[in-house]
């Protein structure tokens, strides 16, 4: 849904902005808020006077708002510190709207995924709206054909005694132009690249069309001029061609892009990220890489999970993370939270979780607000003797030296918890 002419408003998430009434409701009283912006319930909006707060939630992207108005919803740290925990977590980049946005120019190379999801993207395109056909030079052997190569038939033929092959060139229509090799040797790479799980089901199927209409096409790498052969696509055509060529060469040459928006950067589909989603992939997958060593498993508990009571399975617990030594010894719990304040609710989900698993400890993991520093903080014990910890770590400054700061805080408690 491209948006011509629209305002680009950029706010940090959990922020807030002010939008007059009128920029948001028309005459008639009717919403002018996009129904599929509603539906993905990213946005909190709160009356005032004469106008509407609108603050941003979990999510951060570039969202449309109405057919004027597009929300650039940036996070709070350094996009830098985004790719980092995308890289180290893992991002199946699904949540991708049919809007292409600009993002700025950085020399950190492209998450891999991401180029994969907006490849295919501009490639669904292009298979709806037909691959490019076009007439194209061919070298005959053999045979005469309307064109003879004096030359080459001479040195190649009439040289060594044979008066009747020629060289000829000939124009063919069909696929097999120099850009559907290029494309077709994008397919290829990005074949391999996808991952073989079910959410990618469709890119895989995307691309085994695309080269099975390509079959007759020899593929071919390309040089770096030929990232400007989109010119010579028909101008119906040229615009899915300039996309796919586009994420092919910042896949090849290592290019790379940032979040924030600029009006002259790099064109890409736009992709929406949960934080929250996000800050607990990367607290889970950085216990898993560090605690393997000491044979300590970090499970997720939404795919492990456990009992809230022991005579049914009415009220399933669902922890973000369990800390077990061996088949069935829990040795902590652990609830990942993306948010600035701690709630009542966050406290009595991880006591009750503890609590049903008999597990000797439960942290809660939060990242800090502006100006607190990285620590540990006790909560209390239980007459069980379960403790509790809540553990702020900061995701603003250099977030490699955070996430060992921090697993060297945890540590002692799963020592202590395994003797125990």
């Not at 790719?83 to 699904?94: H, S």
């Not at 993207?121 to 030079?137: F, M, N, V």
């Not at 939270?337 to 609710?345: A, L, V, W």
């Amino acid at each position: 849904m491209p948006l011509p002419e629209t305002r680009i408003v950029e706010v940090e998430e959990r922020g807030r902005r002010y939008f007059a009434r009128s920029e948001l409701v028309d005459h008639r009283g009717h919403s002018l808020i996009l129904p599929e912006t509603r539906e993905l319930k990213a946005l909190e909006f709160k009356d005032v006077a004469d106008g509407v707060n609108l603050m941003a939630l979990g999510l951060i992207g570039y969202l449309p708002l109405t057919s004027s108005i597009t929300l650039n919803i940036v996070p709070k740290f350094p996009i830098e510190n985004l790719w980092t925990m995308l890289e180290i977590g893992g991002e199946t980049y699904d949540r991708i709207l049919p809007t292409i946005r600009r993002y700025q120019t950085t020399d950190k190379p492209a998450p891999i995924q991401l180029l994969a999801r907006s490849f295919c993207h501009y490639l669904r395109d292009a298979l709806s709206a037909g691959l490019e056909r076009s007439y194209y030079p061919r070298t005959v052997d053999g045979f005469y054909k309307p064109r003879v190569e004096f030359g080459q038939t001479i040195s190649r033929y009439l040289s060594r005694g044979n008066p009747i092959d020629t060289v000829s060139s000939v124009f063919e229509f069909g696929l097999d132009s120099p850009v559907n090799q290029i494309i077709k040797a994008a397919c290829l790479r990005f074949a391999r690249i996808i991952p073989p799980t079910k959410s990618w089901d469709e890119e895989r199927r995307l691309i085994q069309i695309a080269l099975d209409t390509l079959r007759r096409v020899n593929e071919r790498e390309p040089t770096g001029q030929d990232f400007f052969l989109d010119d010579t696509v028909s101008l119906r055509l040229r615009g899915n061609y300039e996309g796919l060529l586009r994420v092919y060469q910042l896949l090849l040459t290592g290019g790379g892009i940032a979040f924030t928006f600029e009006p002259s950067g790099k064109e890409l589909p736009s992709f929406l990220f949960d934080l929250e989603d996000i800050f607990e992939r990367f607290i889970r997958k950085t216990f898993i890489d560090a605690l393997r060593e000491q044979k300590i498993t970090v499970l997720d508990g939404n795919k492990h999970q456990g009992r809230l009571f022991e005579d049914n399975k009415t009220y399933p617990t669902k922890p973000d993370l369990i800390f077990r030594r061996g088949r069935k010894n829990v040795i902590g719990l652990g609830e990942v939270k993306y948010k600035p304040k701690i709630k009542e609710s966050d406290r009595y989900q991880i006591i009750s979780h503890v609590t049903a698993a008999n597990a000797p400890f439960g942290i809660l993991f939060s990242p800090t607000n502006e100006g607190e520093s990285q620590r540990m903080e006790r909560i209390g014990r239980l007459a069980t003797g379960a403790q509790f910890y809540h553990y702020r770590i900061d995701v603003r400054g250099d977030l490699i030296s955070a996430q060992a700061k921090m697993l060297a805080d945890i540590r002692p408690l799963l020592e202590n918890s395994t003797q125990g």
